[in-house]
């Protein structure tokens, strides 16, 4: 059913409030606005598959209800962007959810299977990709365009049912608690102003104090594309902001000696980043963001990562859990450096299943070998 009238939303809304389930899913366009553009909103229910018209009905804010009721659990498959769109545009975070994407990797599936792959893998359909890169804001929509639309939610439901059980037979449906109560936390879709540099292309390259700098210009950036609703990288490039900080300017001449730079601002804004940027050089070296990157004197912990990937490897494998699900790199890398706090590899299932045992590999209560090319794990 296509939703395009206030009073079919009304009364779809009504007749949701009895399903146990709502399977959702968006299109959306971004390419030229900071805010991504909700253009459509599909969801199943225990009976029914809907195309709603965000951009027809007159109040998308009707849903909160259903949105929010906490019998009804909203299904997802790599849901981040569908839930910022409608913590935005309905202005409320769905729970309870379950994320059909989050779910596979405890299942045998690699950690971001896609949802067309998924389709067939437990529903044995394959999905057309005929529309996948339409322009979702053009109207009318073609009956093609809805049925591809509906197709990303009508298999969700069954994909949800196969994958509870299997979780149920395995113990595991409560590892997932606390993993899609944090997809429902407002803060995962806040953005921090001031945190922003951190994800800037190579900000890597640049010294902390020159990361001072950085932190103002990306900061200024993200306020002025928010303001005008337009990609941030139309206000300045990433590429242009670190450049600008690699030479430390203090006067618009510098910072106008940047490719480009002098095309995207004028002098007033040119005017407020110098200030900006020149107070947090003169600031405290204490002020001065941390590089996140280790300190000359922290010990290289190679050996030791090998060695837990060893593990970690073999616990994958005989759990069939996809290894970037079960341990990263980086939380390897933190425990061989003695960081314990804040690591998600030594919270919940994850320290049960194996974070205390490389903790103990560490320690050197346990020993590594192999044995009919296996690795063996002994325990003094």
């Not at 037979?169 to 407002?186: V, Y």
């Amino acid at each position: 059913m296509y939703i395009e009238s206030q009073d079919e939303l009304v009364s779809f809304v009504q007749r949701a409030a009895n399903s146990s389930l709502l399977a959702i899913d968006t299109e959306f366009l971004r390419e030229k606005t900071y805010y991504a553009k909700l253009c459509l909103l599909q969801i199943a229910t225990d009976d029914e598959v809907v195309i709603i018209d965000p951009l027809a009905v007159s109040d998308i804010t009707a849903l909160a209800p259903l949105l929010v009721d906490e019998r009804i659990v909203k299904i997802f498959h790599a849901g981040h962007q569908d839930l910022e769109l409608l913590y935005r545009n309905v202005g409320v975070l769905p729970s309870p959810v379950f994320d059909t994407q989050i779910a596979a990797a405890l299942l045998g599936h690699t950690q971001q299977i896609g949802y067309g792959s998924l389709v067939g893998a437990l529903c044995g359909v394959r999905i057309k990709k005929a529309d996948s890169f339409t322009d979702w804001s053009h109207r009318p929509l073609s009956d093609s365009q809805i049925q591809y639309a509906g197709e990303d939610v009508v298999y969700l439901p069954k994909i949800y049912a196969t994958m509870k059980r299997r979780l149920e037979e395995k113990g595991r449906l409560e590892w997932l608690r606390n993993d899609f109560a944090e997809l429902s936390d407002p803060s995962r879709y806040e953005v921090d102003e001031r945190e922003r540099f951190r994800r800037l292309k190579h900000v890597s390259s640049l010294s902390r104090c020159q990361m001072a700098a950085a932190r103002e210009m990306a900061a200024w950036r993200e306020a002025a594309a928010r303001e005008r609703n337009i990609p941030r990288k139309w206000v300045l490039s990433d590429e242009q902001i670190v450049e600008a900080c690699k030479r430390e300017p203090r006067t618009i001449d510098d910072l106008f000696m940047v490719r480009g730079m002098r095309e995207r601002l004028n002098v007033r804004d040119a005017r407020t980043i110098i200030s900006r940027v020149a107070s947090a050089m003169n600031a405290p070296a204490s002020t001065w963001p941390d590089s996140g990157n280790p300190s000359k004197s922290e010990p290289n912990v190679d050996m030791q990562v090998d060695l837990m990937m060893a593990i970690v490897r073999m616990r994958a494998r005989e759990n069939d859990i996809a290894i970037p699900t079960l341990a990263s790199h980086d939380d390897l890398t933190k425990i061989a450096r003695g960081y314990c706090d804040d690591v998600e590899i030594l919270r919940g299932w994850r320290r049960e299943l194996i974070g205390a045992e490389l903790l103990d590999l560490l320690n050197g209560r346990i020993a590594l070998s192999v044995e009919n090319g296996s690795v063996r794990v002994d325990r003094f």
